[in-house]
């Protein structure tokens, strides 16, 4: 008979359609949790990146460091081989870092589950 085999009939139909809907909802679920998982690290490697070459000129003397300011009194961290690029910063900046170290993870605020 036609129709009868139950993957056949309207009722299967909506069912592989929900699978798929379910499919899509889930992926699309992955992929924007990866996306800011994604921005987050990136966001702790800058600031990491960033500490780690402003400790590096504070170990630097000020004559050093006042060879490589630009005309705005800043000082090109790239030029002292503390940063891989261009990165600029002020004297106040540089002897300012090494309060307290970068913490990795959550803060300790936020409770956990």
Not at 45 to 69: F, G, P, S, T
Request: proline fraction near 5%.
């Amino acid at each position: 008979m036609e129709g009868t085999e139950p993957s056949q009939g309207p009722a299967a139909h909506l069912a592989r359609a929900a699978v798929k809907r379910g499919d899509l909802v889930r992926f699309a679920g992955a992929w924007s949790f990866l996306r800011v998982n994604r921005q987050y690290e990136d966001a702790l490697n800058d600031a990491y990146r960033i500490d780690r070459a402003l400790e590096c000129a504070r170990r630097l003397a000020d004559e050093e460091l006042a060879k490589h300011k630009n005309p705005f009194g800043l000082i090109d961290l790239g030029k002292t081989f503390c940063a891989g690029r261009t990165s600029l910063a002020s004297m106040e900046e540089i002897r300012g870092t090494a309060v307290e170290p970068i913490q990795i993870g959550f803060p300790s605020s936020w409770s956990t589950p």
